[in-house]
């Protein structure tokens, strides 16, 4: 089925004007203007939560030439996506292919986008547009389809979080020791990660005072926003903390940790998006290619005494992880479920896992 195209634009804060063709829903949207350096993916990519509120610019050229597949569910979880739905606000690339083959695909790139409501552009150039949001950061910005003018929305200003999360507790697994996951935007692949290693799932909503329940250990999931909007989870975070009771942040998960042991974040020019980001173990030197998706970033020098940087990103120098030097309470920037990949952190999963089963 082909898409009926229509000229649009991504128009910037600045005034800059992108033409470009539309092949996903027909209207105008607004967001945060930020890019994703990944090559593969994209059906992943495009339904993580992280993303809420935000355009997506990606830097490879082709985009759409594998289609999208068909909607399972497993374990009471999508499978081949992050989450039910698409989660930008709109998506920017240079060449759509309007004919993917895959022996998976269930639909087209375009017809995704245009059942679920969400603007798609093609035909920019997204070198000159990444390389103006590396030099100036990212920036807010609007697609006009057919003069049908939006004003400028600043997605970090509203709770995302609460947009993203579920609204009521769900279980996954019966076996093993429990683990609570807060969802404040929780990738799918996550729960899949812990559930594949032997434990049960507690998958709470972001506000959830799950105290009251029995559990052996605590992830903090990814997200999207600026962690200083949600307190009220460091807070709980913290209460966890005090009982000894092992600790793991991802993402934004890593950015709550933070705020909860006292630490500071900021937001970073542009951010990391991409499934190539190089990071370094501290202690060993060790270096793993991971994926990433976020905009704010923990500040290492305001970390209390007992608490340690864990990674750095080889690229910037920017926190990519903490820990406790007890070793229970740990975090990293990056996604060590990374879906499609790279796999190289996956490891951080079993040694949750073995913390949560001691």
């Not at 070198?127 to 057919?146: A, F, N, P, W």
């Not at 990391?272 to 190089?278: D, G, K, T």
């Amino acid at each position: 089925m082909s898409i009926q195209q229509h000229r649009a634009s991504l128009v910037l804060e600045d005034g800059s004007v992108y033409p470009g063709t539309s092949f996903g829903a027909g209207q105008s949207t607004a967001g945060e203007v930020v890019f994703n350096t990944g090559m593969v993916g994209y059906p992943e990519t495009l339904t993580d939560p992280s993303y809420k509120g935000q355009i997506l610019v990606a830097t490879y050229p082709l985009i759409g030439n594998y289609g999208i597949p068909p909607r399972r569910e497993q374990t009471e979880l999508i499978h081949s996506f992050e989450a039910d739905r698409i989660q930008v606000q709109g998506l920017i690339v240079a060449d759509y292919s309007e004919h993917y083959h895959h022996w998976d695909a269930a639909q087209s790139l375009g017809e995704w986008f245009a059942a679920q409501g969400i603007p798609a552009l093609s035909g920019i150039d997204t070198r000159s547009l990444t390389q103006k949001l590396r030099v100036k950061g990212t920036m807010l910005g609007k697609i006009i389809y057919d003069h049908a003018d939006v004003t400028f929305y600043d997605p970090n200003r509203d709770n995302l979080v609460a947009q993203v999360s579920i609204d009521q507790p769900r279980q996954y697994g019966e076996a093993g020791p429990r683990v609570v996951v807060i969802d404040c935007g929780c990738k799918a692949n996550i729960i899949h990660s812990l559930v594949r290693r032997g434990v049960s799932v507690l998958r709470v909503p972001w506000d959830y005072d799950f105290l009251g329940e029995t559990f052996d250990g605590l992830l903090i999931s990814n997200g999207p926003g600026d962690p200083k909007m949600y307190d009220q989870t460091a807070e709980l975070v913290r209460r966890t903390i005090a009982r000894d009771i092992p600790v793991f942040g991802i993402c934004l998960g890593h950015q709550l940790l933070a705020r909860a042991i006292g630490a500071d974040t900021y937001k970073l020019k542009y951010g990391h998006r991409s499934q190539n980001q190089p990071v370094r173990e501290v202690d060993t030197h060790r270096c793993l290619v991971t994926s990433q998706n976020h905009g704010f970033a923990v500040d290492h020098a305001t970390l209390p005494g007992d608490w340690q940087p864990w990674f750095v990103n080889l690229n910037d120098e920017t926190s990519e992880g903490i820990r406790h030097r007890s070793g229970r309470f740990r975090s990293v920037q990056f996604h060590p479920e990374a879906n499609p990949g790279p796999v190289d952190a996956a490891y951080l999963f079993d040694e949750f896992v073995a913390q949560v089963k001691a």
